[in-house]
């Protein structure tokens, strides 16, 4: 006999309807939210990996304070809600990230599952085994669905520059070129065009300089740094003909060196504002965004501050090209990204849950969400896909940028991108600051630029063989 069908005691019809219309009032609240977080994650479920495999892992990402990384915390309530893995987000300065990064990574003590790496890292780190090679990763088909993941759409350039000896040690989130940025306003009411050789931007700027009204023809970043002037300086030293390897020796005084650095000192003597010797990115960006620039070349990501309604007076005057052509005839941009290894002193669960993480900072539909799709103001600009600078949703978003933007950019991304820009090796940290001090002392006219080069080849020979 089967019990399963008490009689239930009849209530009063009144109470028994409200009951249901409670019930039913509290599920049409609830739905709406539980349907909206279905629908949120749909692209991601439809990946044909088990993105819960993991649950219940936490794990903890630096990052620097800057809005494309912003956007992705934003974002980690729907990571979480997908694979149940905890993310805890800590923001280091840039001037602190590598340092913390090292220390954690060679003290074994895997605070950081991963963090924001900068490519000219990743010799260090592989040299050390700090970090795990990411083609494991990739290839293993419980955790990468590859037709999904689609890893060959990342940007080439920025993928080979987080790669060593071909094998991938992070995978790029977010990343910029360097573009020439000019006062189109300016350049046509002298008829000039945006130089397409190194001499053009030279005469470009001396049609413009004009320092009794406070108008300056060129501005390159002339501060001491690893990522300042030696991130100027490489382009216009592979320009001149440069290369940082004579066989297997690190080389900075040979005579392209010599007049690479020189033509870097004339051009801001004669056409900057004095003190771009000190000047970072954010200054130029601020100094052009007042009047006071004709020209620079930097990251087409500070095309951001140019265009703030609040304090940019050059709004709707602003055009990109790329970056000018050297004596050799070729053009170099900047390669840089912000990638995401994996800290290899993690358990492999951790490991697991950190490359499910990045492999959802670096799809395609995190990127979109990050860029044109962002509800906030900060829209992304240095998207990690072929696909997203295509879209013509990242070219609307990008619009008010100025004209030429991302043909510029993207141009210089697929044709005029260097891998070998910086000399990559494992000493790179202390190669990087030498050559930067060595490149200030010849910009504030401390020392000639060859004198200054061949004090920087004899230190490098010592770091290279201690």
């Given amino acids: 006999m089967n019990h399963s069908h008490k009689q239930i005691p009849s209530q009063p019809g009144r109470r028994r309807a409200l009951k249901q219309a409670a019930s039913a009032g509290l599920l049409a609240a609830a739905a709406p ?18 993105w819960k495999q993991v649950e219940g892992e936490t794990i903890t990402v630096a990052v620097i304070p800057a809005s494309y990384f912003d956007n992705l915390g934003s974002l ?66 419980s955790l990468t669905d590859k037709s999904w993941y689609q890893y060959e759409d990342i940007l080439k350039a920025w993928r080979d520059a987080d790669s060593v000896d071909g094998k991938p040690y992070g995978i790029p989130y977010d990343g910029e070129v360097t573009v020439q940025v000019y006062r189109k306003d300016l350049y046509d009411a002298k008829g000039l065009k945006p130089a397409e050789t190194y001499d053009e931007l030279l005469s470009n700027a001396k049609a413009l300089n004009d ?57 801001l003597t004669a056409y900057a504002p004095p003190a771009v010797r000190n000047w970072n990115w954010p200054d130029i960006a601020d100094a052009f965004s007042q009047g006071t620039v004709a020209t620079y070349l930097d990251a087409h990501s500070s095309a951001a501050v140019l265009n703030n309604p ?10 990109y090209a790329r970056w000018p052509k050297g004596p050799n005839g070729k053009r170099v941009t900047s ?13 492999d669960k951790q490991k697991k849950a950190t490359w499910l993480f990045i492999e959802w900072a670096t799809s395609a539909e995190t990127q979109a969400r990050t860029s044109w799709k962002f509800a906030g103001p900060a829209k992304r600009s ?8 295509k879209s013509p949703d990242f070219a609307a978003a990008m619009k008010g940028s100025g004209a030429n933007f991302i043909a510029a950019a993207l141009e210089s991304l ?39 080069l061949d004090e920087a080849q004899a230190r490098i020979q010592q770091i290279l063989k201690s």
């Fill in 33 to 50: 939210h539980l349907l909206a977080q279905a629908d949120e994650l749909a692209p991601y479920r439809a990946a044909k990996i088990n």
């Fill in 76 to 141: 980690v309530p729907q990571f979480e809600a997908l694979t149940g893995i905890k993310v805890r987000i800590e923001k280091v300065p840039p001037g602190q990230i590598r340092q913390k990064a090292v220390l954690d990574l060679s003290s074994k003590t895997g605070t950081y599952a991963t963090h924001a790496a900068d490519p000219m890292y990743y010799p260090l780190y592989a040299a050390n085994k700090w970090v795990e090679p990411l083609d494991k990763y990739l290839n293993d088909a």
């Fill in 211 to 267: 320092p009794a009204n406070r108008v300056y023809g060129l501005a390159l970043r002339g501060f001491s740094g690893a990522g300042q002037n030696m991130y100027i300086y490489p382009s216009l030293f592979r320009g001149f003909g440069g290369t940082w390897f004579h066989g297997k020796d690190v080389v900075v005084n040979s005579p392209e060196a010599v007049k690479a650095l020189q033509w870097y000192v004339d051009a």
């Fill in 310 to 319: 609040e304090k940019s007076k050059v709004i709707g005057k602003v055009a």
């Fill in 335 to 347: 390669i840089w990204n912000w990638g995401f290894p994996i800290n290899a002193a993690l358990t």
């Fill in 382 to 389: 240095g998207v990690n896909r072929t696909s997203s600078w």
């Fill in 414 to 452: 697929e044709q005029d991108t260097d891998v070998e820009w910086r000399p990559r090796v494992p000493q790179w940290p202390a190669i990087g600051e030498t050559m930067a001090t060595a490149i200030q002392s010849a910009l504030v006219g401390q020392k000639k630029p060859k004198e200054a």
